[in-house]
């Protein structure tokens, strides 16, 4: 079973080519230790663990042009069943459900303006054990240009609700699944935000301090793409990785 409901964020992963790199870069930023798959179909699939609980993974592209890339995943106790949901709501299937050894059925998934997303059915493999502390994950956001399409899609595929808030000058909008904020959706920041560029889906890890987080992730070789700032839910940073994957830190406060 997961450890949370059916179309709530329940894992996130990283492709990437330097995957001995990612074994050196997230466990010094996050405290994290690293657990190989040792099946050798698995290409030194990591699970990464904290104080001991799963809560994030990292494993080689699934094509070699794949750009360096933390993907969502989303809790489903049906994968075939999101499948034809997504077919039929203008999306995308990627890749078809398949089996991940004994540890659940996993797919991919695109919606009509290009974000991709995951969802895990679990068999052996609940998915992350522990969120919303440091080190862990604790919010998934969807930015893309086309909200209004994007509100239709997410209602059809998972039945999430939006909540819309104004943000300043912008509506930033909460995914709403029965009483539960599960997931949020914003506009590109960028007013030149080209046209043709497909949305996505980001992870954010909670950390103590977003300063000394981004800081650090400087220090061993990361870039910080977004300095610290206060946002209503924390003070965060968007950052990127040494090979390119763009994460974000924040810290929720007490």
Do not use: H
Request: glycine share 10%.
């Amino acid at each position: 079973m997961s450890t949370v409901p059916p179309g709530t964020p329940c894992w996130a992963d990283l492709a990437t080519p330097d995957l001995t790199d990612a074994r050196r870069f997230y466990p010094e930023l996050f405290g994290w230790t690293g657990q190989v798959t040792p099946e050798p179909e698995a290409g030194g699939y990591t699970v990464f663990l904290l104080d001991g609980k799963p809560v994030a993974g990292a494993g080689p592209p699934a094509i070699p042009d794949q750009i360096p890339i933390w993907s969502t995943y989303l809790a489903t106790d049906d994968a075939e069943l999101v499948a034809g949901r997504v077919e039929r709501a203008g999306g995308q299937v990627v890749v078809p459900p398949f089996e991940v050894f004994d540890r659940g059925w996993m797919a991919v998934f695109a919606d009509p303006a290009g974000a991709t997303f995951s969802v895990w059915q679990p068999l052996a493999m609940a998915g992350a054990e522990v969120f919303n502390v440091p080190g862990a994950m604790s919010w998934n956001e969807l930015v893309t240009p086309d909200p209004e399409g994007a509100k239709v899609f997410y209602e059809l595929v998972f039945g999430w609700q939006p909540d819309d808030q104004a943000v300043g000058a912008m509506t930033y909008t909460g995914w709403r699944l029965g009483t539960q904020i599960v997931a949020g959706m914003m506009p590109p920041l960028a007013d030149d935000f080209p046209a043709d560029l497909p949305a996505y889906w980001t992870v954010y890890f909670a950390v103590a301090d977003a300063d000394a987080a981004a800081a650090r992730a400087a220090e061993l070789g990361g870039t910080i793409l977004v300095p610290p700032r206060d946002i209503p839910a924390g003070r965060f940073a968007a950052l990127r990785d040494p090979q390119g994957a763009l994460f974000s830190v924040i810290d929720l406060g007490p």
